[in-house]
């Protein structure tokens, strides 16, 4: 995979958080009584956790590859 499609993957989740201010500076709609600035920061946590695995998980299936084809 391409170094820069991985850093996009990595990137993309701050890139929301910082830069979709408005976006996420609201308190409806509400989800179980919970403003939405809240839970959607909640949600972009577990998908930053979810897109670094992601990486993490090509990036180590790379390395296993890149081992096996060595002499």
Known sequence: MNAILKFILLALPYFFMVLGVGIYMRVKPELFGIPFFYW??????FLAA???????AIESHERRGLNVHRP
């Not at 959607?40 to 946590?45: M, N, R």
């Not at 979810?50 to 993490?56: E, N």
Request: aromatic share 30%.
């Open 50 to 56: 979810i897109l670094t695995y992601t990486v993490y």
């Open 40 to 45: 959607y920061q909640l949600v972009w946590i």
